[in-house]
Nanobody, 128 residues
Framework: QVQLVESGGGLVEPGGSLRLSCAAS????????IGWFRQAPGKEREFVGS????????SYGDSVKGRFTVSRNGAEDTVYLQMDNLRPDDSAIYYC?????????????????????WGRGTQVTVST
């Protein structure tokens, strides 16, 4: 079973950028749809973005569309979340998650229950 480790979080000023990484090991990375979610204190876990097995298809939550980009590097077994024009309400713990997809068609997933494997998260704080 694949294991996931997030990195790249930190403190950034409003309007700034961060790139998060999700490194996979222990499984056939190419068979997994990868999703990013975030959770702020007292709030439910929120969908941020997802990328298909091939990397050709992405989907995004409404609050991050046009600002965040998900991509994957198959050679490195890593998925990235590029976050631009960050706002204070983007502050949260960011998690990546894996959904095993054995279909050949392009698939992305956007709900928490679709994912069985999760990383431990990385903290992102947007503040002056």
């Amino acid at each position: 079973q694949v294991q996931l480790v997030e990195s790249g979080g930190g403190l950034v000023e409003p309007g700034g950028s961060l790139r998060l990484s999700c490194a996979a090991s222990g499984g056939p990375f190419s068979r997994y749809v990868i999703g990013w979610f975030r959770q702020a204190p007292g709030k439910e876990r929120e969908f941020v973005g997802s990328v298909s097995r091939s990397g050709r298809t992405q989907s995004y939550g409404d609050s991050v569309k046009g600002r965040f980009t998900v991509s994957r590097n198959g050679a490195e077994d890593t998925v990235y979340l590029q976050m631009d024009n960050l706002r204070p309400d983007d502050s949260a713990i960011y998690y990546c998650a894996a959904h095993l997809n054995l279909e050949f068609r392009e698939v992305v997933r956007s709900t928490v229950s679709d994912y069985r494997t999760w990383g431990r998260g990385t903290q992102v704080t947007v503040s002056t």
